[in-house]
């Protein structure tokens, strides 16, 4: 459980594994953060760790709350313990993107911050803005240690995707969104979480492009 105040440790003893997963995978292919991981030793960790038997490196780790005010709390500690915001806080996507179409996102918004760790991992903070909305239902059917998506950096998102298929992913849309910086590809489980994967052509650190939310959004409109 994800709490107000938990104890602040921006030097936590070195993992006897520093590869080690936060990961707990369920035999129904369902992903959750192991208890420990969240707080800040999860700063120690290496971005490269064993997922669905497949050695990847993570690009940004995603961790839900079910407030703000929680979120935030969480965010004063990483930034105590050297961690950098780079996108955010605010709400998602009105005032990250406000040129999208508020109607296509109706339902979805989120509030939202990445901060980028000194172990170069990004955690991206996300929590439900409506009672009934996607996140505030995964968060009631499977608690707070629920992961909601995890991103994959790789050389090549169409090679890529063919080892998640095989691992039971389906695309949410036909081809990757590329936006010639970012290229990514979202693909999901029967659960509902989302495995992202995401080649970056440009040096940065956004975990999203406008155009390529618009992109997805509109793939999956389409399938409806
Ligand atoms: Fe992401």
Known sequence: MIENNFLIDCHPREPEDRTISPFVETKEGALFYKQQF???????????????????????????????????????????????I???????????????????????????????????VILVLIAPSLPEDPLTKMLKERGPNIVHHVAILVDDVSTAVEIWKKKG???????????????????????GQIIELISRRKKSLATFSCNNIMGLRLSELNRK
């Open 86 to 120: 780079n996108e955010g806080p605010g709400q998602w996507p009105d005032e990250f993107c406000p040129e999208l179409e508020s109607e296509l996102f109706q339902g979805l918004s989120m509030y939202f911050l990445s901060a980028s760790m000194p172990s170069g």
């Open 38 to 84: 969240l707080n800040p030793q999860f700063l120690n960790l290496s971005s490269q760790i064993l997922l669905f038997e497949e050695q990847v490196v993570v690009d940004h780790y995603v961790l839900l709350f079910d407030r703000n005010e929680t979120l935030n709390n969480y965010a004063k500690t990483l930034v105590e313990c050297g961690g950098k």
């Open 169 to 191: 992913f389906f695309p949410l849309s036909d081809r990757p969104q590329d936006d010639g910086s970012l290229c990514q590809w979202f693909l999901s489980n029967s659960v």
